[in-house]
């Protein structure tokens, strides 16, 4: 569940909000009485959704260097766009 909370106290207790979110509290913050933020702990990624991550990039990787073609490196792509 989350406490809601206008902008200028979230603003004025920002350091003790965070605190309080690390512990797992929630917060929504209202600006004029309208929803406009959330103030969420965040969650750590499962064992699982890392490795999903790397072989996405693995599987990026050897879509990008084909084989008899020339080889694509990363630093190259960044300094192409670069003047």
Not at 10 to 18: T, V
Not at 66 to 82: D, F, S
Request: charged share 25%; hydrophobic share 35%; net charge positive.
């Amino acid at each position: 569940m989350s406490t809601t909370i206008p902008a200028a106290e979230a603003k004025a207790k920002f350091s003790e909000l965070l605190d309080r979110v690390q512990c797992g509290e929630s917060f929504s913050i209202t600006l004029n009485g309208e929803e406009r933020a959330k103030l969420v702990p965040t969650q750590r990624a499962s064992l699982e959704q890392i490795q999903g991550v790397i072989a996405q990039i693995k599987a990026s990787r050897s879509t990008l260097n084909r084989p008899g073609q020339p080889m694509v490196r990363i630093k190259e792509l960044v300094a192409e766009g670069r003047p």
